[in-house]
């Protein structure tokens, strides 16, 4: 499912235009990105949890030469499924 087929899927079940689901879905990623940015996780309870995790600076090895290189630390984005969302993937 892409962008414009989850706008038409969410607009159809809240009953909404096209445009006001849109424009919810891009106020979503916003919060959600800021959020993240400022180190804050973001949990819709059943659905899933979204945080920024550190990541520690590490050796990684050149696969084409194998030679070594220092990986800095920086972050990642951790997402876990929520219990609602397991159980609807499990059946």
Do not use: W
């Not at 009953?15 to 990623?29: E, I």
């Not at 800021?34 to 180190?39: M, N, P, R, T, V």
């Not at 949890?49 to 800095?72: D, H, M, Y």
């Amino acid at each position: 499912m892409n962008r414009t087929e989850l706008v038409q899927a969410v607009a159809g079940k809240a009953d909404l235009s096209n445009s006001v689901a849109d424009a919810a879905l891009k106020a979503f990623q916003e919060v959600l990105v800021e959020q993240l940015a400022a180190g804050e996780a973001v949990t819709i309870p059943g659905l899933f949890a979204v945080a920024r995790a550190e990541r520690s600076a590490r050796t990684g090895v050149n696969p084409q030469t194998g030679e070594k290189l220092e990986i800095p630390a920086g972050f990642r984005v951790k997402l876990t499924a929520g219990s609602a969302l397991k159980r609807a993937v499990a059946n």
